[in-house]
Structures are given as structure tokens and as C-alpha cells.
């Protein structure tokens, strides 16, 4: 009698599937088991089971965790689909699919069996469409029919881009939907987590959740809604890389379900793809508030007496006296970007990062903006001793700092809550849900200049989203100072959305950047400054065999971070499968040692 053998695979960058044989018990495709690996004892996901192997003397499965399976042969082929599009193993990509407790060994008691949650049922033609023309709350009422529909045939995911988001959204719909309503995230604890994976798996239900919640959705799966799919928190910034929006497509078209997306304003890609009849329109542009710019002197970041320049100051004047509700937006946080010594120079800096510590008057310390490493500071230079001890730079805490010295009769709040008459906060404020519902008169938006000169080709879009969902918000008018009237984004700001995106795409057409050409970005990093350095000439000599247009190696920024060092290759090629592909081989061969390797898909 032969033996069964079951592919086993494991969480960890080796994409290779190992051979384990059964020697008892019931063991078949996605049940978790308990095997020796590399002399450790791990959990394993098993992939396949045959009768033949070409591995001689193999181990034994030592148990099965679980006596059904963790995962369906859907969720499987699912992710070998993914491995297609993604330079990671197949191990890596399943294991995202299970809850983290039960990466472990953590058995699911009995009575929650999965075993008979797996229904699979027929599909009707899918419906990919952009909804424009609304504001948060109206959208949500839009999502409410929708689920209602979507709920008869089967479960629907709701992804949001921050917790604050699905807490909002919770309060809006768990009146209508207080039995199918599951929250899944990763704020949630261990036991909870598991809890509410278990119960997805069981009827209809609709799952609130943010960037990972997709990556466990449930077979009966009718529907899946993306909200804000503009927002940068949808791209996952550590390993594995992916952003949602390209996960959410694969799997609409896989199961052949509706795949809706929402927001102020979609992002160029997705743009690119309303153009090209691959996703409908629905809606109409809104009205809204005019946003005015105007050539001021916004800043001097280093001469602090002209931070506040008379524009601005007679501006805040003219609505403070109409008694409006101001917001004035920045885009650097704390109070100083530089602590400096006058009298030998020495600026502090992150003893991990090769970054200044930017100053908090908050708490009174240094910070490091990459790795959170606070320091106390004294008030005796720690080099020459002697206390000429300043600040430079301008961020938020000193542009409040010196906007209480022009009105010291009004309270200048810079804190989340949008509650005083005169609320400072910085860009990122417009990426939660902090602002939906307030009561906001005039906004002012500074900083433009130093927010476009940032190196990346994203800056010009993500400013003019930032504008649009200001102008909507505001009862009156949105003010931008800045000192380059000439930028192309000024001109068309106040024009409907299809002059402004058609410019953008006409420019990364011609500079050949996303969506017309894909870029790949692979990083190495490492505590030897010098081998890392020939490890990423080893890694651009083998994307350049491969008929990629590479540049590099660059440093990144900061080039050393926690204590490694960072070098940078960037790969183009027309085709994101091809470079995917090469990606992937490249990465493979490339030998890693003490030196890791991460790669982002654009």
C-alpha cells in the first residue's frame, strides 16, 4: 500500500512546497499541521495530497492541528493567482489568508468547524463601477441599498481606509444590518479576531474592515465595496507589498462579483480605466466651494519673523472678526524640523536613523520622525558644552506658536479634535474621517510649495484630492498662499475633474511613469554599509540581464534606518506581469544572507 503524501507549505519566503508523509489520521488540502522544519517545529498549510514523492527518507506530519480545513481549495487557487501578479511565495500569500493566532499552534474548538462553511454558488455578469458626486454620509446611504441587495445572494466586505473610518461607518449601518454585522481588523485582540473570522464563515454577513480584511473574505462572497480607494492607507507599506485596489480587482474578477468603489475622487489608475470602458461612471461631479490662490511669501523656514506673512495675517483678521469657523491646514508636524548648536554647529540626530530629531515643544524633546527615538534634551550642548542650544524650521506647534503672538485673543487649537473656532492640523487629517461632519466656514492650506517639491510623481495628484475634499467640506471658500502661481495644477484646481486628470495622464504618458509603464522598486538593506552597496550592484547587474530598464543603486531616504542601511534599484517595463515576473526570478537567485530584500509593484 503506498503512502499518502502531503505539499506542505510554510510562512516564509522560500517558494517551495516540502513533502511531509502521513503516517496518521485524516489530513487533506488546507488543513494546518504540526512538522519539523530546519529543525524547528512549525506550522504548516498542506497544498496537495499524493501518492508519489522524489524527496527519499521523508518526515512525518507530527499532527493534525485541526481536524477540517483552515482554508478552501478556492482560497488556494485564489492565492496562486496572486502569486502570478506578486514576487512572493505561495506560502507567504496563504498564510495572509488565516487569522494571525492561528499561525500558530492554536487549535479552533471543535464546535467551530469550518468544514461545512464553504458554499459555492453561480455568479451573475459583475458590475465594476466608480460612484462620484457624493460626500461621505450620502455614499454610505448608497453602500446601505447596495448591501441590502447583495445580502440575499450572499456576503459583502466594506473596506475602509482607517479604524477611525470603520468606527463611523459602524455607528451609520449597525441599526440596519445588527444580525449580519461583522467588524474584522487588525486593532482587534487575538480572541476577538479569531471569533469574528469564524463567524463570517457562516451565512451572510456583512464584514467591516480595513486594508487586510479581504484576504480572509468568505466563499459565499457576493460583493465587495471600497471606500476612499484614493487613500494612501491602502497601500501596505511592509512586506509583502500590495495596495488593495489591485487585490479587490483580482478577486472580483475571479469570483465574477461586484466590485464598488467610492471616494472624492479616484485615483489615476482608476481613471485610466473609467477612460478605457473597464470601470462605469456613476454620478455627477458636486459643486464645490472655490478654492483661491493666491502669490504670497508663504514661508521662510528659517527666519522665523516672516512665518506669518501680512496676507495671512489680514485674511485670518477679516473672517476672525465675522466670527467664521477657520481651518488652517500644514504640512509638517511638531515645532522645529532642526536642533542645532550655534557655536559648534552640531545639529542633533537619530542615533539609528541618519535624520535630524525634529523638536516637540509638546513634550519638550527631540524625536525622530522614522523610528519614534525620543531624547531628552538638556540645556548644555552634549558636544561643546555650552549653551547656545536653538531650533530650526517651522512646523505646526511654532506656526500656532506664532499665530497666538498676532491674535493673542483667540485660541489657536492644533489637536485632532475640530472643535475651536480657529483648528490647525496637518495634511494628513484630510486622510481620516476626523473632519465629516463639522462645521468648518473658511479653510487655509499652506505649505503647497514644499508638499510639491517632494520627489515623488503622486505629490501633484494627492494635493489637488486634498483641495477637492476641502472645497467640499467648507461653507465659504478655500485659500492656498503660495509663491509658484505658475504650476499646472493651480491652473485647473478650480475646473471639473476630467481637465485635471486628463493633464496628469498626459504627463506620466509622456514621462512614461503609472498607469502607462510599471515601476518596480527593490530595496536591500544592511548593517555593512560597504557590502550592502556590492550586494545591490550584484542585484542591478541581474535586472539589467533581464531586458528591464533599471536605474541605480540609489540611497534611500533616510539611507539608514533603525540601524541599516538602505539602497534602492528601480525596474520599468510596459507589462506589470513581465516585471513581476523578472522581479521575481531576479529576487529568487539573488543571494541574501544577513542582507534583505523588499519590493514594491507600481
Known amino acids: 500500500m503506498r503512502r499518502r503524501i502531503a505539499r506542505v507549505v510554510f510562512n516564509l519566503g522560500v517558494d517551495k512546497e516540502f513533502d511531509y508523509y502521513i503516517s496518521r489520521g485524516k489530513v487533506d488540502v488546507g488543513f494546518r499541521v504540526w512538522v519539523e522544519f530546519n529543525h524547528k517545529r512549525r506550522v504548516g498549510l498542506v497544498t496537495k495530497v499524493t501518492s508519489t514523492s522524489s524527496v527519499r527518507n521523508l518526515k512525518p506530519i507530527l499532527e493534525a492541528i485541526d481536524n477540517f480545513p483552515t482554508i478552501s481549495k478556492e482560497h488556494l487557487k485564489f492565492a496562486k493567482l496572486l502569486k502570478k501578479n506578486y514576487p512572493y511565495s505561495l506560502g507567504e500569500l496563504l498564510f495572509m489568508m488565516i487569522p494571525p493566532p492561528l499561525r500558530r499552534k492554536k487549535r479552533i474548538p471543535s464546535t467551530d468547524s469550518l468544514s461545512s462553511a464553504f458554499p459555492h454558488r453561480g455568479r451573475k455578469e459583475k458590475n465594476i463601477c466608480f460612484i462620484r458626486g457624493k460626500n461621505f454620509l450620502e455614499r454610505v446611504k448608497l453602500y446601505r441599498k447596495k448591501i441590502e441587495e447583495k445580502l440575499k445572494e450572499g456576503s459583502v466586505i466594506l473596506c475602509l481606509p482607517t479604524f477611525e473610518y470603520v468606527e463611523k461607518v459602524k455607528e451609520l449601518l449597525s441599526n440596519f444590518f445588527s444580525k449580519e454585522l461583522i467588524i474584522l481588523h487588525s486593532y482587534q485582540r487575538s480572541k476577538e479576531f479569531l ?57 472580483s474578477k475571479f469570483k465574477n462579483i461586484d466590485f464598488i468603489l467610492g471616494g472624492d475622487y479616484p485615483t489615476l489608475n482608476t481613471f485610466k480605466m473609467i477612460k478605457e470602458g473597464k470601470i462605469s461612471l456613476k454620478g455627477r461631479e458636486r459643486k464645490l466651494k472655490h478654492v483661491e490662490v493666491v502669490r504670497a511669501k508663504t514661508f521662510n523656514y528659517y527666519k522665523h519673523k516672516t512665518i506669518v506673512n501680512p496676507l495671512l495675517k489680514e485674511l485670518l483678521r477679516k473672517h476672525l472678526e465675522e466670527k467664521k469657523r477657520i481651518l488652517i491646514l500644514y504640512s509638517r508636524k511638531g515645532f522645529a524640523s532642526f536642533i542645532k548648536c550655534l557655536k559648534c554647529g552640531y545639529i542633533y ?25 525620543k531624547e531628552n534634551l538638556g540645556s548644555l550642548c552634549k558636544i561643546c558644552n555650552s549653551g547656545y542650544i536653538t531650533t530650526s524650521g517651522v512646523g505646526i506647534e511654532r506656526l500656532a506658536y506664532y499665530l497666538r503672538q498676532s491674535f493673542p485673543e483667540v485660541e ?26 463639522k462645521d468648518i466656514d473658511v479653510a487655509f492650506l499652506l505649505g503647497s510649495d514644499y508638499f510639491l517639491s517632494r520627489i515623488d510623481f503622486e505629490t501633484t495628484l494627492r494635493l489637488y484630492i486634498y483641495l477637492k475634499r476641502l472645497a467640499g467640506l467648507v ?19 478650480n475646473k471639473p475633474l476630467e481637465a485635471f486628470y486628463t493633464k496628469e495622464v498626459h504627463l506620466r504618458k509622456e514621462a512614461r511613469l ?23 550592484n550584484q542585484l542591478y547587474n541581474l535586472l539589467k540581464n533581464s531586458s528591464l530598464e533599471v536605474f541605480g543603486p540609489v540611497q534611500e531616504f533616510p539611507f539608514r534606518l533603525r540601524g541599516k542601511f538602505y539602497y534602492s534599484i528601480i525596474a520599468k517595463s510596459k507589462s506589470k506581469l513581465t516585471l513581476g515576473k523578472k522581479v521575481k526570478e531576479v529576487v529568487e537567485v539573488f543571494p541574501k544572507g544577513s542582507y534583505k530584500i523588499a519590493v514594491v509593484l507600481r
Open 195 to 251: 471569533s469574528s473570522w469564524v463567524k463570517l464563515k457562516r451565512g451572510n454577513k456583512l464584514i467591516l474592515g480595513m486594508r487586510a480584511t479581504l484576504f480572509y473574505y468568505p466563499l459565499n462572497l457576493s460583493c465587495i465595496i471600497l471606500e476612499e480607494e484614493a487613500s494612501p492607507y491602502y497601500f501596505h507599506p511592509e512586506k509583502p507589498y500590495y495596495h488593495l485596489f489591485d487585490i479587490a480587482y483580482l478577486l
Open 514 to 536: 503609472p498607469p502607462y509603464q510599471h515601476l518596480a522598486k527593490i530595496t536591500v538593506r544592511g548593517k555593512n554599509r560597504n557590502r550592502l552597496l556590492e550586494k545591490a
Open 349 to 373: 540626530m537619530c542615533p539609528k536613523c541618519f535624520t535630524p530629531l525634529r523638536y516637540s515643544l509638546r513634550e519638550k524633546r527631540g524625536e525622530c520622525l522614522w523610528c519614534s527615538y
Open 412 to 437: 489657536f487649537s492644533y489637536s485632532e479634535e475640530i472643535n475651536h473656532l480657529v483648528n490647525l492640523a496637518t495634511y494628513s487629517i484630510l486622510d481620516s474621517s476626523s473632519l465629516i461632519g
Open 475 to 493: 461653507k465659504e471658500k478655500v485659500y492656498v498662499l503660495s509663491e509658484n502661481l505658475e504650476h499646472y495644477l493651480w491652473e485647473l484646481v
